[in-house]
């Protein structure tokens, strides 16, 4: 997972953006302790600007979600998970159609064309 945007609301000297990032990631991965949530959807409470950002991350292809503090949103965040290389994977050595290259075809569904094997 990567974080790509983060839109905040508050002043940089209350919250960085490097902690509103560290404060998704740490959600993501469970070790984050403290007072904001975060919540991979919009609640119904936000308003027009946060709704905007929100259209803005989803129409560029990223994943949102949003850090609240008391029950407000206080930043939007645009993130975009990544398969791991071999996720989905469960034996390409056991797969017929597969040259070690054309195993990206579990991954991402096709075979990019710098990855194809050499026809005879």
Known sequence: ??????????????????????IFIG????????EYKVLLEV???ADKNILNSR????????????????????AVVGYKEYARWNEGVSDVMGCPCCHPYTALHHIWGT????????RR
Do not use: R
Request: charged share 20%; net charge negative; proline share 7%.
């Open 1 to 22: 997972m990567t974080v790509l945007d983060v839109f905040s609301w508050l002043p940089a000297k209350e919250i960085s953006i490097e902690e509103l990032e560290q």
């Open 111 to 118: 075979v990019p064309d710098w990855a194809q094997p050499a």
């Open 55 to 74: 259209a803005a991350l989803i129409g560029e292809g990223k994943d949102v979600a949003c850090i609240l503090k008391g029950g407000n949103v206080i």
């Open 27 to 34: 959600h993501l991965n469970g070790t984050y302790k403290g």
């Open 43 to 45: 609640p119904d409470n």
